[in-house]
């Protein structure tokens, strides 16, 4: 299982950026898709996980009505679409691959396949 997570930068409060996760290796049927964030000094977070195949769909309080997941089989990728972004939402982003039920989905310690970070910067 590969994954390459893409997309961030720099960009003003209230702005909107896409991150891009390709992945390899995955079984649609099988697996989830999520992204975290982490930020220097605090914990990784969940931000918003969905299954690959369609259906369920997750998202944290803190980002719910300005991210929204989405995915492209064909390209096998999934997106983050980053929207009215803060500068609380300043953290490396990574995306993971997780088989467990989607009352799992915001433990980190479910997934075990994990991509590179990308850093999005937020300026006030």
């Known amino acids: 299982v590969q994954l390459q997570a893409s997309g961030g930068g720099l960009v003003q409060a209230g702005g909107s950026l896409r991150l891009s996760c390709v992945h390899s290796?995955?079984?649609?049927?099988?697996?989830?898709l999520g992204w975290f964030r982490q930020a220097p000094g605090k914990e990784r977070e969940f931000v918003t996980a969905t299954r690959l195949s369609g259906g369920t769909t997750r998202y944290a309080d803190s980002v719910k009505g300005r991210f929204t997941i989405s995915r492209d089989n064909a390209k096998n990728t999934v997106y983050l679409q980053m929207n009215s972004l803060k500068p609380e939402d300043t953290a490396f982003y990574y995306c993971?691959?997780?088989?467990?039920?989607?009352?799992?989905?915001?433990?980190?310690?479910?997934?075990?396949?994990w991509g590179q970070g990308t850093l999005v910067t937020v300026s006030s």
């Open positions: 993971a691959a997780t088989r467990s039920n989607s009352g799992s989905w915001g433990i980190p310690a479910r997934y075990p396949h």
């Open positions: 290796g995955l079984t649609f049927g099988s697996y989830a």
